[in-house]
């Protein structure tokens, strides 16, 4: 996750050290990122990553759910209805994109900043899915590998420490998913990657694109969350990112605003990280603590406010003939949805 803080004051305190060791970077986590180099390319692209992904399993462990999803959840249900909580509301998140990019046993699919691989985990294991997932960094990429060797799905999914333009040009599936991994793309690269997810694509391949949105006079981003958080990021209006995949070649069939579904997910993630306040302080530093602190405090103001936006955007790769494939209605994305995360 990405979000615009309140205005706060862009210099968190300094002064205690981490209790984590540095980054591969060369920042030692809660300190300002500084970064070198052209934007975006492989190597910063890499560094900026490893700055906020490095950071510690343990710690993300620690603040998410049992999938560890760091992406916006999806609440069919209040929290606290009936034991329904953030874990629950993450399955559902999962399995909708599963169903909206139309995943069946032995579908090709190509998941790009696949995190601690909770969707691609959830393709092979509920959906039969072959994944190829990508990750720029390298925790992310050893844990995703150890999973997948624990839960015996070695024959289904290969994940791959690469950058997304480093994939081969013939390697063609039957479905995308970037689960708000955009962000990090940049202004300038995004019509070249939404080509790549075009060029992915079979014809009558489905992309699923969850990314977070600004509003058109809001910044993307902001000082503290820049230096501190997640440099190098990049966030747009949503139509100007429906109006890039739509210059790519792709159709887009169905957006779905998960704005609200990124408060009630940042204040379970803000609530977990203090009632384990002692337990983060251990594994992180305090100051890193502390820095986190105000990332979720102001990405639930942001969100509540509406000056961040979260959205589910459903494209697909028309085949030569016009035809879609698409299902005339989207009622069987959310039949039962909720039911299998009880």
């Known amino acids: 996750m990405c979000c615009l803080p309140p205005r706060l004051p862009p210099s968190p305190p300094h002064g205690a050290s981490s209790a984590a060791s540095a980054l591969s970077t060369g920042q030692a986590p809660g300190r300002p990122a500084r970064l070198s180099g052209a934007t975006h390319t492989t190597a910063r692209d890499r560094a900026a990553i490893s700055h906020h ?25 209040p929290p606290g209805t009936g034991g329904y909580g953030l874990a629950q509301a993450q399955f559902d998140k999962l399995e909708l994109v599963c169903r909206k990019v139309g995943l069946r046993p032995g579908a090709r699919l190509l998941d790009i900043g696949c995190g601690w691989g909770s969707l691609t985990l959830h393709a092979a294991r509920h959906h039969g899915a072959r994944v190829t997932a990508v990750t720029l960094a390298r925790e992310q990429r050893d844990h995703v590998e150890a999973r997948v060797k624990e839960e015996g799905l070695d024959h289904l999914v290969e994940v791959r420490l690469s950058h997304y ?32 997810i075009h060029d992915r694509l079979r014809p009558g391949g489905r992309a699923l694109v969850q990314q ?54 940042v204040d379970a993630w803000a609530d977990t990280l203090e009632d384990c306040w002692d337990e983060a302080v251990a594994l992180v530093g305090e100051v890193t603590a502390r820095v986190w602190r105000l990332y979720l405090a102001g990405g639930s103001l942001a969100f509540d406010q509406r000056r961040m936006g979260v959205d589910q955007i459903l494209a697909v790769r028309p085949g030569r003939d016009g035809s879609s494939g ?17």
């Open 53 to 77: 992904y490095d950071l510690s399993n343990d710690f993300y462990r620690l603040l998410l759910d049992p999938a560890m999803a760091y992406s916006c959840a999806y609440f069919t249900r």
């Open 165 to 196: 333009r480093d994939l081969e040009p013939g390697e063609v599936y039957d479905a995308v998913t970037t689960i708000e991994m955009g962000e990090h793309v940049g202004d300038a690269e995004y019509p070249a990657f939404t080509r790549l």
């Open 212 to 265: 977070m949105s600004r509003g058109a006079h809001a910044p993307g981003g902001g000082a503290f969350i820049e230096t501190y958080i997640a440099p190098d990021m990049h966030m747009r209006p949503l139509g100007e990112t429906t109006g890039l995949l739509e210059g790519a070649g792709l159709e887009v069939r169905h957006t779905e605003s998960l704005r609200e579904h990124y408060v009630r997910t």
């Open 326 to 342: 698409m299902p005339a209605t989207p009622a069987a994305w959310y039949d039962g949805l909720g039911e299998a995360a009880r």
